[in-house]
């Protein structure tokens, strides 16, 4: 190549260099004042559950309140099925920019992966960003007054007898009311047979008629019972730290000698990952402001449970630290859907 062209070409890939320079520098500014602008259109937020339920109210209390702090609509989509693995995934393959979040939870956020192995579309730890825990609720143990159980240390002094076995419902194989009653088994050594049922109400029901023994779930589905003195259940203790303040009258395992059992069923905000960081933390700070509310704080510890809040890496170590947890259980319980 002689002088004159070897200039002009070096020339040339100066001029592309340069345009390619500057197509990124104006690439990078739009994405930046895109993000700064966020949000400008209507946000979806999904529930992988059927609308009516309780993680649908609360997702729908959640964005009438986000909608008022974002200027813009967050609209409520329910995609049930699986677990709450089928809504899941689709929040997971979702585009990252900030207009598709939805509800993650104990289910398909810590559970499944150990449950469903290569079954999942989704990897929660890779896929999924976490935003904010919003709540969590402590398990409440209750026995069906015919089993003869009044609280606590009856339950535990029937494990020294061999001849005694008790039945326990469930929501399904996985739910948190099975694998929190699971748990206790590991840690006291009770015998109890596992009666899955389709919902918490038709478990309830056989619990009050006593074809039920054992029922283990969150307090808002026995508070209404336990008000009434011709109640057909008692609650025996409470999976958490300290005593609820819904049910100040019900102890905690730990009372009873297993600070180990505690468990909750929780949820909170996910968006997929990739999402930029500046958008998740104006989520994040749109959910905590909305978790502030007196009136959303009092609409959530009425049903027993606990608001959430923090960073999103608090909600990233609390969703690892749960993943770790029942995966454990799982295993060495050899726990299955069949």
Do not use: C
């Not at 993680?55 to 959640?62: E, G, N, P, V």
């Amino acid at each position: 190549m002689n002088t004159k062209f070897r200039a002009l070409y070096q020339r040339t890939l100066a001029i592309a260099g340069a345009a390619a320079l500057l197509a990124g520098m104006a690439w990078q500014k739009t994405a930046i004042a895109s993000e700064s602008a966020y949000p400008k259109q209507t946000i979806t937020f999904v529930v992988p559950y059927a609308a009516g339920g309780s993680s649908d109210t609360r997702a729908r209390q959640l964005a009438q309140r986000m909608s008022a702090d974002l200027g813009v609509s967050v609209v409520i989509e329910n995609k049930a099925g699986a677990s709450g693995n089928i809504g899941t995934a689709h929040i997971a393959k979702a585009t990252p920019d900030g207009y598709t979040i939805g509800l993650g939870n104990f289910a398909p956020m810590s559970v499944n992966a150990a449950l469903y192995g290569n079954n999942m579309q989704f990897n929660p730890a890779k896929d999924l960003a976490p935003i904010a825990l919003i709540e969590r609720g402590a398990v409440v143990m209750a026995a069906s007054s015919k089993s003869g159980l009044l609280n606590g240390q009856d339950l535990l002094a029937s494990v020294s007898n061999d001849k005694h076995s008790w039945n326990y419902g469930s929501t399904g194989a996985g739910s948190a009311s099975h694998l929190s009653t699971e748990l206790l088994k590991q840690l006291t050594n009770l015998d109890a047979v596992h009666v899955p049922y389709k919902g918490g109400a038709p478990a309830i029901n056989d619990l009050m008629a006593g074809t039920l023994d054992l029922y283990m779930d969150l307090p808002s589905l026995f508070m209404g019972y336990l008000a009434d003195p011709n109640a057909r259940m008692h609650a025996l203790a409470v999976a958490a730290p300290e005593r609820l303040k819904a049910l100040p009258q019900v102890p905690t395992f730990a009372e009873l000698g297993y600070p180990q059992m505690v468990a909750y069923n929780w949820f909170g905000v996910v968006a997929p990952a990739g999402t930029p960081a500046t958008i998740i933390e104006r989520l994040n700070q749109s959910i905590n402001k909305a978790m502030q509310d007196p009136s959303y704080q009092s609409l959530v510890e009425s049903q027993g449970a606990e608001v959430g809040g923090g960073t999103p890496e608090d909600f990233r170590q609390f969703i690892s630290a749960e993943t770790d947890k029942w995966g454990a259980l799982i295993r060495e319980r050899n726990i299955s859907l069949n």
